[in-house]
């Protein structure tokens, strides 16, 4: 059954990767300009405009104030708000004297009708890993408890479910036990959103959809043991959020972008 009339339209875009320099290369792939098609392609689509972009992290590869200029200038002509988290390559600090302004806010909560979207930061400086720790955890809880009644969606970087992918899991969310805990003890949570993985998935843990995004720019292969590149094109996630609490979702692939 189609559905219509979604409650909430989000746009995800993950791991952007963005640098310094415009035409940098990432895995042989010129983040800028996938970035650039991926908008594109939304804007393209029936789907569009929505009433948010969700950036789950992985914004800069290179931690720099160009990258994150460079991002904002891009989508702030779109006239859509934009949330963000920081992933392992971000630099929190920067992003909240560039990101978090205006139509853009760094972490935080967006209330929109009957649903929630809790912005979950699991940075942690120095780590590729994420991790929560008391503090967050206890944000989230309060988090939780603020939006009592609602359907909530969390939105992280990192991935709190094994991929089956050995290099990829090392690196997940580490108190990833303590997050499931919180959320199983909240009724509202409908769904949980990753990026970091660049791979699309999409799977149900008690009751609570786990979606993973691909990057906007290079794919891991899913499944690998070992770092290994998937041949697959920069990509892109539309979210519709119902209000019965159901989620419609798909990926959209971007074909055709020159790799560099
Ligand atoms: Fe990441």
Not at 14 to 24: G, K, V, Y
Request: net charge negative.
């Amino acid at each position: 059954m189609t559905r219509k009339n979604p409650a909430l339209k989000l746009l995800q875009i993950s791991d952007t990767h963005l640098h310094a320099a415009a035409d940098s290369r990432m895995r042989g792939v010129t983040t800028y300009a996938t970035f650039l098609a991926v908008l594109e392609h939304a804007q393209r689509d029936p789907r569009w405009p929505v009433d948010a972009i969700l950036a789950t992290g992985d914004i800069v590869q290179d931690e720099s104030r160009a990258g994150y200029e460079r991002f904002r200038a891009a989508l702030e002509p779109l006239g859509v708000p934009v949330y963000s988290i920081p992933g392992n390559h971000d630099d929190p600090k920067l992003m909240s004297e560039i990101l978090a302004s205006g139509s853009f806010q760094l972490g935080g909560e967006l209330r929109h009708g009957p649903w929630s979207i809790v912005m979950l930061s699991t940075f942690l400086a120095g780590e590729d890993a994420g991790g929560l720790g008391p503090a967050r955890l206890q944000g989230l809880r309060q988090a939780l408890a603020a939006h009592a009644g609602q359907h909530v969606l969390v939105a992280m970087h990192h991935h709190p479910l094994p991929m089956g992918s050995a290099w990829l899991d090392g690196v997940a969310l580490r108190d990833a036990a303590d997050f499931w805990r919180v959320i199983d003890t909240h009724r509202g949570v409908r769904g949980v959103i990753c990026g970091h993985v660049h791979q699309a998935s999409d799977r149900t843990r008690n009751d609570v959809r786990f979606i993973s995004t691909p990057s906007t720019c290079a794919q891991f292969l899913p499944g690998s043991e070992f770092f290994a590149l998937d041949e697959r094109p920069p990509g892109m996630r539309w979210l519709e959020l119902y209000d019965d609490g159901h989620i419609d979702t798909e990926i959209a692939w971007v074909t055709g972008v020159p790799r560099a």
